[in-house]
């Protein structure tokens, strides 16, 4: 599920008693009831640690990924601001990323912004090459939020390795969907979402590697909690929500994976089974299954997203759904514009039913046909006319 994930009931059961008799501050140091939520805190730690094989003193709780993002983009490089002036990323990153970047750029910082190629993954030769003396950051996400292709990411922390330069990583779509373990990536950073794992809103956890020490200015500034990184008041019902979420991944994660893998190979067969010109977007081979996005020739996206309210898909991603631009992520991979503005995001998740992946078949196919239907290029394309070739006249 890319957009978000319901919760576990597990999870909510886990959460509970810190909205109803455990409440209190976490960072209160002279009861009973801070002891307790003190405890609480410190346990949902070591459990989001455990998923990525790091340690509970190197996680530090946020809101969510778009924070951990900003701390980590912008914080790093204010910290380092004297020595180092340049950031490397790719033109793929979800909007927090893309704008902590453009933030810097502002600033009088220089950053590259590395093309992908056509399956979305980038060049590791490319980003060899783009680092220089002053680089202080590379950032490239695990999962793509809306193609769901896996990077490299192991392979990018060790050319980091080799230059001395810190690598961050946002890991909202990889988190408990594929195995992670920072030691073998050698990230620095990385950027964690309660949401994504069927956890509650609201929460997120960034990773700080401690050896060697990696060092961010904070963003937000206060009481000084999260050693010093994020000021306020850690909310114990959050916390031990993402941290019962992530003990489940861990338990469930190949179950879910085996799953997932199914419907998706259910999905996109039912559709290809019943209608032509469908296209995968993305590396078919690196990507998590449960991010299904698919190009239908000759259809409106938004037209079809109009006939499909039964279904929750989208185009582009929940951040940026709001501009009617293709999305600047097909793009990138150099997706034709018209083909762009055909796409839609499936999502698949631990709670999707065999049932509703053939509802969403059935009506997928039936809102293409019909727009297929009305539209005349396609009538063009089943008499055999190139509609590449045809010179369009300008009125």
């Known amino acids: 599920m890319q957009a978000t994930s319901p919760v576990d009931p597990r999870v909510l059961d886990a959460m509970l008693p810190y909205y109803l008799s455990r409440f ?27 998923l990525i094989n790091a340690s509970p003193k190197e996680i530090i709780f946020t ?12 914080g790093l490089m204010h910290f380092y601001k004297d020595k180092k002036r340049h950031v490397i990323t790719t033109q793929t990153e979800h909007k927090c ?61 060790w050319i980091c390795k080799e230059f001395g330069v810190p690598f961050h990583t946002d890991a909202a779509q990889a988190l408990g969907k594929v195995p992670i373990d920072v030691e073998k990536m050698n990230v620095s950073l990385m950027s964690l979402s309660g949401h994504k794992i069927y956890g509650p809103k609201g929460v997120g956890a960034l990773y700080m590697r401690r050896r060697p020490r990696i060092r961010v200015e904070p963003q937000m500034n206060g009481g000084g909690q999260e050693r010093g990184i994020r000021s306020g008041t850690v909310p114990t019902p959050l916390v031990v929500g993402m941290g019962a979420a992530c003990e489940l991944a861990a338990k469930e994660m190949e179950y879910d994976g085996m799953r997932i893998s199914a419907l998706q190979e259910r999905l996109l067969q039912g559709i290809r089974e019943k209608i032509d010109g469908v296209v995968v977007n993305g590396s078919t081979e690196r990507r998590y299954a449960g991010n299904l996005n698919l190009s239908f020739a000759y259809v409106e996206g938004e037209s079809l ?31 034709d514009e018209d083909m762009a503005h055909t796409s839609i995001r499936f999502g698949i998740g631990r709670f999707t039913t065999e049932g509703e992946i053939d509802r969403a078949v059935e009506l997928t196919v039936k809102q293409v046909e019909k727009l297929r239907e009305m539209s005349p290029l396609y009538e063009m394309v089943k008499e055999g006319i190139d509609i590449k070739s045809i010179q369009w006249a300008q009125h």
């Not at 801070?34 to 805190?41: I, K, L, P, Q, Y």
């Open 24 to 50: 209190g501050n976490p960072h209160s140091r002279t009861h009973l009831y801070g002891w307790e939520s003190d405890n609480a805190v410190e346990a949902a730690r070591a459990q989001v640690a455990s």
């Open 63 to 74: 809101s969510g990924a778009t924070e951990s993002n900003n701390i980590s983009v912008k």
């Open 97 to 157: 990323v893309l704008d902590s970047c453009r933030h810097l750029q502002q600033e009088g910082f220089e950053v590259t912004y590395l093309p992908v190629d056509s399956d979305g993954i980038i060049d590791l030769e490319k980003l060899r090459s783009a680092i220089r003396s002053d680089t202080g950051l590379v950032s490239v996400m695990a999962v793509n939020n809306e193609i769901g292709v896996i990077q490299p990411v192991e392979e990018i922390g």
């Open 305 to 335: 997203l109009m006939g499909l309210k039964e279904v929750a898909v989208s185009s582009g991603s929940a951040c940026t759904s709001a501009s009617l631009e293709p999305s600047y992520v097909l793009r990138a991979l150099g997706v």
